[in-house]
T-cell receptor, first 111, second 113 residues
C-alpha cells in the first residue's frame, strides 16, 4: 500500500476555500485515493474518493494530478463545522481492503 | 439508512475483566473492520473480515484480543483479560463492493482502570 504525506496542520478563514494537499508519490496504477475526516473522537467520516479523474460531490472536490503522485481536497466554502482532522488514504483496487491511516492534517477554520 | 452500529458507546471496567465490544455492519456489506485509536498510535487496523471470514488479523496486538463474526450482521471484539494499556477508542467499519468506501461507526470508548 502506498504511503501518504500530509501537512500536520492548516488554518482557513470561514467562508474561504480550504485546500488540503496530499502527497502519494509511490501510488500504483490501480490504487484509489480516499479522503476522510474525523471530528473530535467521532468515527471517521467518508468525504470523497477517486482514481484518475477529478471528482466532486456535495461535500468537496478532489483534484488528482496527472501523474497521480499528489492530490488536493477542496472544501469550497469552509465553515466552523469543517474543523477536523483530514486523512488522505491510498488503497489498492484488488486483494486487500486495508486502510492505513497516517497522522492527517488538522484543519482549523477560523471565524 | 442505518449506519454501522456499535455498542456500548462507553465502557469503564477494572483491569483483568473481560470486555466485549459489539458491531452491527450496514446491511448488505460483506466486509467488516475493527480499528483502534490512541493518541500515541493513531488509527490502526486490528482485523478485518470478508464474508464472515477473518482475512487479516496481523494488527491484533496479542492473544488477549479475539474477534468473531458469526453471521453477516454481527461481530464482536473481545479482550480477556483487559489491561490499562487497552484503553482506547475502538471503531468498527464496513464496506460492500471493492473500491467502495468504508463506513465507520461512532466507536466505543474503552477505559480500563
Amino acid at each position: 500500500d502506498a504511503k501518504t504525506t500530509q501537512p500536520p496542520s492548516m488554518d482557513c478563514a470561514e467562508g474561504r476555500a480550504a485546500n488540503l494537499p496530499c502527497n502519494h508519490s509511490t501510488i500504483s496504477g490501480n490504487e484509489y485515493v480516499y479522503w476522510y475526516r474525523q471530528i473530535h473522537s467521532q468515527g471517521p467520516q467518508y468525504i470523497i474518493h477517486g482514481l484518475k479523474n477529478n471528482e466532486t460531490n456535495e461535500m468537496a472536490s478532489l483534484i488528482i494530478t496527472e501523474d497521480r503522485k499528489s492530490s488536493t481536497l477542496i472544501l469550497p466554502h469552509a465553515t466552523l463545522r469543517d474543523t477536523a482532522v483530514y486523512y488522505c488514504i491510498v488503497r489498492g483496487a484488488s486483494g486487500t481492503y486495508k486502510y492505513i491511516f497516517g497522522t492527517g492534517t488538522r484543519l482549523k477554520v477560523l471565524a | 439508512d442505518a449506519g454501522v452500529i456499535q455498542s456500548p458507546r462507553h465502557e469503564v471496567t477494572e483491569m483483568g475483566q473481560e470486555v466485549t465490544l459489539r458491531c452491527k455492519p450496514i446491511s448488505g456489506h460483506n466486509s467488516l473492520f475493527w480499528y483502534r485509536q490512541t493518541m500515541m498510535r493513531g488509527l490502526e487496523l486490528l482485523i478485518y473480515f470478508n464474508n464472515n471470514v477473518p482475512i487479516d488479523d496481523s494488527g491484533m496486538p496479542e492473544d488477549r484480543f479475539s474477534a468473531k463474526m458469526p453471521n453477516a450482521s454481527f461481530s464482536t471484539l473481545k479482550i480477556q483479560p483487559s489491561e490499562p494499556r487497552d484503553s482506547a477508542v475502538y471503531f468498527c467499519a464496513s464496506t460492500g463492493q471493492l473500491n467502495q468506501p468504508q463506513h465507520f461507526g461512532d466507536g466505543t470508548r474503552l477505559s480500563i482502570l
